[in-house]
């Protein structure tokens, strides 16, 4: 199964495909120094393939390395958050108590 995350800038989303064939989308509003993510969604079709954690995971590495902060409304990033640690030191540490999210 061939899995790739890329980022699609101008619909301000990651999409996640397997072979080829759109598999899901993490979408966010950019904001100065900031991408707040909105939602996350898997297609039925690909439910239970872990595609929604490596898509998280690859939106949030390359929001790191583009040096952005991030805002977790989206509950699934929130949660993927909360389960991965070494990701809270993206979201700002004066919104994390707004999403339950405690101190790095």
Known sequence: MGVEVTSDEA???FV????????????????P????????????????????SKLVSAALDATRAAGLDVEPS????????ERHPQYLDLVPEA???RYGLGAA
């Open 74 to 81: 989206c509950p699934f990033v929130r949660t993927y958050i």
């Open 33 to 52: 120094g900031l991408r707040v993510f909105t939602h996350t969604e898997i297609d039925d079709a690909f439910e239970g393939q872990g595609l929604g």
């Open 11 to 13: 619909e301000e989303q």
């Open 16 to 31: 996640v495909t397997v072979d080829g064939a759109r598999a899901g989308l993490a979408a966010y509003r950019s904001r």
């Open 95 to 97: 919104i994390r108590g």
